[in-house]
């Protein structure tokens, strides 16, 4: 509540203000000069009418209310961002009378549930019957939660309403229209002059006051598309059915997105401190080991010029700025002759463990071939896997100081902008597996790691900025499993607490029921 | 266009009786033919430019896809070839399956040239097809060409003298123990899959390395050691000849006139009377105008006539003659091939010195195309006996 004090303070200060204004009214009247000043009103409605038309309004369109896509999403939540934003495109076609109906939005986000809901579960005719009760409630709930932080945060005023107000708020425009044409009849009673002004308000002013009112309505159209939208996917995506704050504490609210209130947060689940797998995969002896050696500046890996890794082997590794832990898996290459179903199933495990994946290439040797295997195989994998984040792949070229020219090598190397034949060679190199794997890869860096002869070069200058690059993409993809895999184990884990709980009173019941006197002379008959 | 055929053919019936002849022909000429297998990059382009001499553009654009994964280049041109090359293509995509090629190429493919580079230890792609292919027929002689050997030592020149020697899995102690233990990896790897392995390190010239055809010598021998005799002999002809020219429109032309040379040959080796004369007569008439083609040359009718009369008015009796030799079996057509041969091999190079003359302005006469005429015979008669030493099977 405004204090007392405050309102007394008020009043001191503005009072004058209004006495004045009175006062100026009147002399104006008093004196005629309102006479000389009245088409002041009318020629500054037709001004803005003009403007208005000239000055074409920056349409409030889907784009800028366009669903804000948290890092989190798989491309199954992308493709229902789409759904929403088609919906949201719909906004120049309903009239302002539809735009105020609140029955109207009621049906849009039906509509819109049903699309996502057949987008996420083939076959689906309504919006819930493929969801649990929890998952709606979750999403309801924190739905009502962001109208809430909206409300403290953009609506001024809005923690002094009290529903009363809000109510009373509701037909405001009907007592602000009746003063207007109470005003407007006694004027032309006391001056039939003021008949041309209120028909030049009515021409001017009325449509800049519409079209400032539509662009209003779409503006809350498309906000509450948004909101919808973004529930309704995440909701359908799963990630609520362990409860709404399972998910706050696992996605917090951040400053962009359209949800607010930062829920306590358990710093280890956050995505900032999330620790990230990368998968090093490649054909036999095209240089992991070496890379990895190169990455952590310590000779762990065994490198040798014939095949050496033979397992799957773990490095640890710090990058970025906070330092983000990066686990470097080492696989054994494929590709060689005999390898072992083992060996094939242990590179299948590292890849789908990792949260990013460097396929790792010999620059100087074009067979691609096995790579594409195995990258599609992975694609494939994660399209049956949709509730999972694809792990962003960095193409990493290994061995340029073997392109032509053979003999020559002396670094840096400007491939970017290749003059010298090596640096041609390199950007020849890039282009053409940038041709072969450009719709699977985020990146593509050539470098040489062949520490042995001490060639090193492009690890510091081209990798790491690389890996640095894709590690947000890598820690939400670590996140989102961590997260699945969590709700996996707790759902599993609560239901067998409740088929125990279920079961040991059913036991009791029934033993009971045994222990019950006259119990076995009921069964002897 | 003017058509020389049309010298000998009149009707569009016999030109297809012609064409349809040379088909038969090439079925039974020795023109060996190679199966490259190995992966892209693995050094197959290289081999058949240190073999052909042909450049690199050359080959690419000269490849014909022959089934869905694989193609062939015939050398210098799919009409009369001299030597062919097949390219799996498909080596390691996901469907491949060597029977397909197998089935196609079983009966025509002379020898196997696996190859694979140093370094490269995935080799599973190569190892699978290459034991179908070896089942299917062991006796088919299969060379392991292990290529690129500096991926080894990186910035290091060649081993100079050439350590390698001639056996079955040549493996000098001299050797960087990189490249040792490679090449010993790559024995194991394609065990009892080959008959011969020839380390080669074929690089451009603008490489810069000291020896950029290192082991090519090698290569060849052993190509020469494994094919079967009449394909051998093919081989070494245009290896000879390849040899002694330096000039460029000669390298360009020699195969032409070689490979018709072939071809007239085989024409003769037909066993039975004339019919094989109006078809080397068609054979020579084609060579004519590929050559006047090679040398960027206008001919007509009346020059043909012309230089034909100026090297030989006689020819066609002396043909003639020879024919009833085939009535004597084996004789005949040893004597009918070497004629056929020389007669081939002697008026493509009068024709080519004759096209070269013109361009340089001057006319031959009559008495210098003849002069030419029959040093080119007698060198084409030593040519075909130097390579025709050894019995034929």
């Not at chain 1, 309505?217 to 948004?226: E, G, H, K, Q």
């Not at chain 1, 710090?318 to 832990?325: C, D, F, L, N, Q």
């Not at chain 2, 190995?38 to 073999?51: N, P, V």
Request: charged share 20%; aromatic share 8%; proline share 7%.
């Amino acid at each position: 509540m405004i204090s007392r004090r405050s309102l007394v303070l008020g009043a001191l200060v503005f009072l004058p203000v209004l006495v004045y204004s009175v006062l100026a009214g009147y002399s104006l009247w008093a004196t005629g000069l309102l006479r000389k000043v009245w088409w002041l009103g009318p020629v500054c409605w037709v001004l803005a009418w003009g403007v208005a038309k000239l000055w074409k309004a920056a349409h409030a369109t889907a784009e800028q209310h366009a669903v804000v896509i948290p890092a989190h999403w798989t491309p199954r939540d992308r493709q229902a961002a789409e759904i929403v934003r088609a919906f949201q495109q719909k906004v120049d076609q309903f009239s302002p009378a539809q735009l105020t109906d609140p029955q109207f939005y009621q049906t849009q986000v039906q509509a819109l549930g049903v699309a996502l809901a057949g987008h996420y579960h083939p076959g689906a005719s309504d919006p819930f019957t493929s969801l649990t009760v929890p998952e709606v409630l979750a999403a309801v709930r924190l739905a009502v939660d962001d109208t809430e932080q909206w409300l403290l945060s953009s609506v001024p005023g809005s923690r002094l309403l009290s529903i009363r107000q809000w109510q009373m708020l509701q037909s405001a425009p009907t007592w602000i229209r009746r003063f207007q044409s109470a005003t407007w009849a006694a004027s032309m009673l006391m001056n039939p002059v003021n008949i041309a002004r209120f028909w030049s308000s009515r021409l001017t002013a009325d449509p800049v006051t519409t079209e400032l009112q539509t662009e209003l309505l779409a503006v809350i159209y498309l906000r509450f598309m948004r909101q919808m939208g973004f529930y309704l996917i995440e909701m359908n995506s799963g990630r609520l059915r362990g409860g709404a704050d399972a998910y706050r504490r696992a996605f917090p609210a951040e400053a962009e997105r359209p949800q607010a209130p930062a829920a306590g947060e358990s710093p280890l689940s956050t995505a900032a401190a999330q620790p990230v797998t990368v998968a090093l995969v490649g054909q036999v002896s095209s240089g992991k080991s070496s890379l990895i050696n190169a990455l952590t500046g310590v000779r762990q890996a065994a490198v040798d010029i014939l095949p050496e890794t033979r397992n799957v082997a773990r490095y640890e590794v710090r990058v970025g700025e906070p330092p983000v832990s990066v686990t470097l898996l080492d696989t054994p290459g494929y590709g060689e002759a005999g390898a072992s179903a083992d060996q094939l199933k242990q590179i299948r495990t590292a890849l789908q463990e990792s949260n990013a994946v460097l396929v790792v290439m010999d620059a100087h040797s074009p067979a691609r071939e096995a790579d594409r295997r195995t990258i599609r195989e992975l694609e494939a994998w994660y399209q049956s896997q949709p509730r999972l984040k694809p792990p962003p792949m960095l193409g990493v070229l290994t061995h340029i100081d073997l392109l032509r020219p053979v003999l020559e090598w002396s670094p840096p190397y400007d491939w970017r902008e290749p003059t010298r034949p090596k640096e041609q060679s390199i950007d020849e190199a890039v282009r053409y597996v940038d041709q072969l794997f450009a719709s699977s890869f985020v990146g593509l860096v050539p470098v040489c790691s062949d520490e042995a002869r001490k060639r090193t070069w492009g690890i510091l200058e081209e990798l790491i900025p690389a890996l640095t690059a894709i590690l947000n993409d890598a820690q939400s993809a670590a996140l989102l499993r961590a997260f699945e895999r969590e709700l996996d184990r707790g759902q599993l884990k609560t239901l067998l607490k409740q088929v125990h709980r279920m079961g040991s009173s059913l036991f009791q019941a029934w033993i009971e029921e045994r222990l019950r006197p006259g119990h076995s002379d009921k069964g002897a008959k | 266009m003017w058509n020389p055929l049309t010298l000998f053919y009149q009707s569009a019936a016999s030109r297809d009786e012609f064409v349809r002849r040379r088909a038969e022909l090439l079925a039974h000429a020795p023109i060996p033919c190679l199966w490259l297998l190995g992966k892209t990059g693995s050094g197959k382009t290289s081999i058949i430019r240190y073999l052909t001499g042909a450049s690199d553009a050359v080959i690419g654009k000269g490849f014909r896809p022959e089934t869905r994964y694989s193609r062939l280049f015939s050398f210098p041109d799919e009409e009369v070839p001299i030597v062919r090359f097949l390219d799996t293509r498909g080596l390691g995509e996901a469907g491949y399956d060597a029977t397909a090629d197998l089935a196609a190429f079983d009966e025509r493919a002379h020898l196997v040239i696996a190859t694979v580079r140093a370094t490269d230890q995935a080799a599973e792609e190569i190892v699978g097809p290459l034991r179908t292919i070896r089942q299917a027929n062991p006796q088919r002689p299969v060379l392991l060409a292990v290529t690129c050997l500096h991926d080894a030592n990186p910035g290091q020149q060649q081993p100079d003298p050439d350590p390698f020697d001639s056996s079955t899995r040549p493996l000098p102690a001299t050797l960087p123990e990189d490249l040792l233990r490679c090449l010993q990896a790559h024995y194991a790897r394609f065990d009892g899959l080959f008959d011969r392995a020839v380390p080669i390190d074929l690089t451009p010239a603008a490489e810069g390395f000291v020896a950029p055809d290192f082991g090519g010598e090698r290569l060849k021998q052993a190509i020469l050691d494994q094919l079967p005799t009449a394909y051998r002999q093919t081989l070494l002809q245009m290896d000879s000849v390849r040899e002694e020219l330096s000039e460029m429109h000669q390298r360009r032309s020699a195969p032409i006139i070689l490979a018709h040379s072939v071809l007239a040959a085989s024409a003769a080796a037909v066993p039975i009377p004339w019919i094989d004369l109006p078809l080397v007569m068609a054979i020579q008439s084609h060579l004519i105008h590929r050559l006047a083609k090679a040398n960027e040359q206008r001919i007509d009718a009346a020059t043909v006539a012309q230089v034909s009369v100026a090297i030989g008015g006689r020819i066609a009796l002396r043909m003639g003659l020879r024919e009833l030799l085939k009535f004597i079996p084996w004789v005949g057509i040893a004597a009918n091939a070497t004629a056929a041969f020389a007669f081939m091999y002697a008026s493509g190079w009068v024709w080519n010195w004759y096209f070269l003359q013109v361009r340089q302005g001057h006319i031959p006469s009559a008495d210098e195309l003849r002069v030419v005429y029959r040093q080119q015979l007698q060198k084409g008669v030593e040519l075909w006996r130097i390579t025709h030493r050894e019995p034929r099977p």
